[in-house]
């Protein structure tokens, strides 16, 4: 079992930065991948970007390439995401998730309880 706890969300103006941190319980964090996906209301859950478990292979979303990175670190139970030159289309909530396949939403099975991202014009 592994639970995921983010934080860092917050209101930042466009062309901003924030970095979000997701922090894991369980020892086998670092065994699984990790992935970050966005949700704007109205809108289906959107994949961003996935990390293997040793944290050399990403596969990113084309639409934040250049713009979004993830990153994490085995010893402290905690994957980022670095997001600059955000946009308000950015804006949505991002979850953290754990133990699945690159954008396959269904394949996670670990999921945080988001954290809110605003971008404001």
């Known amino acids: 079992q592994v639970q995921l706890v983010e934080s860092g969300g917050g209101l930042v103006q466009a062309g901003g930065s924030l970095r979000l941190s997701c922090a894991a319980s369980g020892r086998a964090f670092s065994r699984y991948a990790m992935a970050w996906f966005r949700q704007a209301p109205g809108k289906e859950r959107e994949f961003v970007v996935s990390i293997n478990w040793g944290g050399d292979i990403t596969y990113q979303s084309d639409s934040m390439k250049g713009r979004f990175t993830i990153s994490r670190d085995n010893a402290k139970n905690t994957v980022y995401l670095q997001m600059n030159g955000l946009k308000p289309e950015d804006t949505a909530v991002y979850y953290c998730?754990?133990?699945?396949?690159?954008?396959?939403?269904?394949?996670?099975?670990?999921w945080g309880q988001g954290t809110q991202v605003t971008v404001s014009s």
């Open positions: 998730a754990a133990g699945g396949t690159t954008y396959f939403t269904s394949s996670y099975g670990f």
